[in-house]
């Protein structure tokens, strides 16, 4: 399997975490919602919230990437020459690529001693270093997603010349 098959395959069961994540999410907020009303509200709500928030953010953030929904504001960069945007995006993609690899890598280490030490969240007693190693894949594909980018960047120059 090629390099952009898989990114795409990881893109894709992220994003339908992701999406399954914030049903749950939703419903959740309005059970406990509806529930405080009749004074029996969910317990750990906030956690629950907190820990599916989590899932929907790093399960969008690679798709997000390949799909160039994120602001961008180009009022500069929009009346530079094709060979100095192209320049300023291979930059640009390069410190995207540092950043989030490291970000990737730092959770992970964080999940790693969270999962070690056997901590686990305040009202439910979860142990939550499975969230935290969702949220470093999440981090870690949208690495990848701008690795390719990246390339495709470079290739795509090689093709117009």
Do not use: C
Not at 97 to 104: D, N, Q, T, W
């Amino acid at each position: 399997m090629d390099m952009e098959r898989l990114s795409a395959l990881l893109r894709k069961v992220l994003m339908i975490a992701g999406g399954a994540a914030l049903l749950a999410l939703t419903l959740l907020a309005t059970a406990n919602v509806a529930l405080r009303i009749l004074r029996v509200p969910v317990s750990g709500t906030y956690e629950i919230v907190s820990f599916l928030g989590a899932i929907v953010t790093a399960g969008a953030l690679g798709y997000t990437q390949k799909r160039k929904d994120h602001i961008v504001v180009d009022i500069l960069s929009e009346k530079f020459p094709a060979s100095v945007k192209r320049a300023v995006d291979g930059l640009s993609h390069v410190l995207m690529l540092g950043l989030f690899s490291i970000v990737a890598w730092q959770t992970f280490v964080y999940g790693e001693r969270l999962r070690r030490t056997g901590e686990l969240s305040e009202t439910l007693k979860v142990a939550y270093y499975p969230f935290v190693f969702l949220v470093s894949l999440g981090f870690a594909v949208l690495a990848l997603t701008i690795l390719l980018d990246l390339l495709g960047l470079f290739l795509k120059k090689e093709e117009t010349r």
